[in-house]
């Protein structure tokens, strides 16, 4: 139990178009979703904490503007970067829990390259 | 700012050693600690999770946990190289401003078990 799938799992664009990467619970129902981006050597970093039905909490530094995340079911979540830059290229990981002060499972990651 | 503090190795030990790694937490109210490996390229995998203080066995792996030190630690016996990847130390605490709970993660030690 408790998979959480995410697609794709790579990805290239080009500069100033948007991409959606989708984060799916399989076999539980996600109470909180987050996403985190991961720069080469560097840790996790928190983007943003989502709930079903609720709007997306950020973290400081965050435009939510240029990374719309939408959490439409208990199953699902997406992260849409828009009008994404190089700068942007990074590996994208979204995890999903059951609920507070439970461990949290982790997507294959998204790798965006922005050319 | 709530962080977690790894030494980033690499910790080298040779095969069939014990690997011990270490990790201190700022925020003295958490109360849910996990440790996650990730190798290159891929996306963290639960290892252990700890809630109390003491000691908690999972096969080869031994968490502890000391919350008067704020220290979490990571014991792997009979090390395989295999076992050779980032060992992350995650603290789950409130972030921002709402106070939502979400997994902090340190920069992660690097374990090479030498063959």
């Known amino acids: 139990g408790a998979v959480v799938s995410q697609h794709p799992s790579w990805v290239i664009c080009k500069s100033g178009t948007s991409v959606k990467i989708e984060c799916r619970s399989l076999?539980?129902?996600?109470?909180?979703m987050f996403w985190y981006r991961q720069f080469p050597k560097q840790s996790l970093m928190l983007m943003a904490t989502?709930?079903?039905?609720?709007?997306?909490?950020?973290e400081q530094g965050v435009e939510k503007d240029k990374f719309l995340i939408n959490h439409a079911s208990l199953t699902l979540s997406t992260l849409t970067v828009t009008s994404a830059h190089p700068e942007d290229s990074s590996f994208y990981i979204c995890s999903a829990s059951r609920q507070y002060d439970t461990e949290a499972f982790f997507g294959q990651g998204t790798r965006l390259t922005v050319v | 700012q709530k962080e977690v503090e790894q030494n980033s190795g690499p910790l080298s030990v040779p095969e069939g050693a014990i690997a011990s790694l270490n990790c201190t937490y700022s925020d003295r109210v958490s109360q849910s600690f996990f440790w996650y490996r990730q190798y290159s390229g891929k996306s963290p995998e639960l290892i252990m999770s700890?809630?109390?203080?003491g000691d908690k066995e999972d096969g080869r792996f031994t968490a502890q946990l000391n919350k008067a030190s704020q220290y979490v630690s990571l014991l792997i016996r009979d090390s395989q190289p295999s076992d050779s990847a980032t060992y992350l130390c995650a603290v789950n605490n409130r972030h921002g401003d709402t106070g939502r709970r979400a997994l902090t993660f340190g920069s992660g030690t690097r374990l090479q078990v030498q063959p």
């Open positions: 700890i809630y109390s203080n």
């Open positions: 076999d539980f129902q996600a109470t909180t």
């Open positions: 989502s709930n079903e039905g609720s709007k997306a909490t950020y």
